[in-house]
């Protein structure tokens, strides 16, 4: 079955601290991986997504994430987390070609002063 | 132009009302989708259209009746909602083809069922 796990429900981290979400996936064929940003109220923005090539993939705001097939996973990062980053973080596969989209339970990031 | 834009932003409706979300893209994307997201959750697919046809429903029930009157606009009928219905309705958009695609989303509608 497709599924994506995301293990932390809830992350605090320090303004100025490293920061890691994880995502860990079960898809059948070729994943492509998205990781999406919620704030309150508001719809998804796309942070980054990965098809194929380099495995540690570049997006907006900072963000990077790396794709390890061996462990099934495609973990967020950020160097220097922000207060503006505090949000809900989802983490979605999905066939290439279409929206249809399934999702991880999500992370809500939580930013410390 | 990136945007999925969706009206009204809020709505509030009784049991018996009978009520439209709409949706809006101009990125020229062929595919448009409804989800439904729970405070909490994920989003949920609902459906989807591909070239102004539905290709997917995801067992919704019938009290929810999605349109694509042309490749631009995606509007959802409601009537007959219940309180468990009230939800953020996401929009969303996307190539349809196969490669490097991916999905657009709005602003959401809340929607509060009374």
């Known amino acids: 079955a497709q599924s994506v796990t995301q293990p932390d429900i809830h992350i605090t981290v320090s303004e100025g601290a490293s920061l890691e979400l994880r995502c860990n996936y079960s898809?059948?064929?070729?994943?492509?991986l998205f990781w999406y940003v919620q704030s309150p109220g508001q719809g998804l923005q796309l942070l980054l997504k990965?098809?194929?090539?380099?495995?540690l993939v570049q997006g907006i705001k900072g963000f990077e994430a790396e794709f390890k097939r061996s462990q099934s996973s495609f973990n967020l990062r950020k160097p220097s987390v922000h207060w503006s980053d505090a949000a809900e973080y989802f983490c979605?596969?999905?066939?290439?070609?279409?929206?249809?989209?399934?999702f991880g339970q999500g992370t809500t990031l939580q930013v410390k002063p | 132009d990136t945007e999925v834009t969706q009206t009204p932003k809020h709505l509030v409706m009784g049991m018996t009302n009978k009520k439209s979300l709409k949706c809006e893209q101009h990125?020229?994307?062929?595919?448009m989708y409804w989800y439904k997201q729970k405070a909490k959750k994920p989003p949920e697919l609902m459906f989807v259209?591909?070239?102004?046809?539905?290709?997917i429903n995801e067992s919704v029930p019938s009290r929810f009746s999605p349109e694509c009157p042309n490749s631009s606009l995606l509007n959802l009928h409601l009537h007959a909602l219940q309180p468990e219905d009230s939800a953020l309705y996401l929009c969303?958009?996307?190539?349809?083809?196969?490669?490097?695609?991916?999905?657009?989303f709005g602003q959401g509608t809340r929607l509060t069922v009374v």
């Open positions: 990965y098809f194929s090539g380099d495995t």
């Open positions: 259209y591909s070239y102004e046809k539905l290709s």
């Open positions: 979605a596969v999905g066939p290439s070609n279409t929206g249809k989209l399934i």
């Open positions: 898809y059948g064929a070729t994943p492509y």
């Open positions: 990125m020229g994307h062929r595919a």
């Open positions: 969303a958009s996307s190539q349809v083809r196969t490669g490097n695609t991916e999905a657009f």
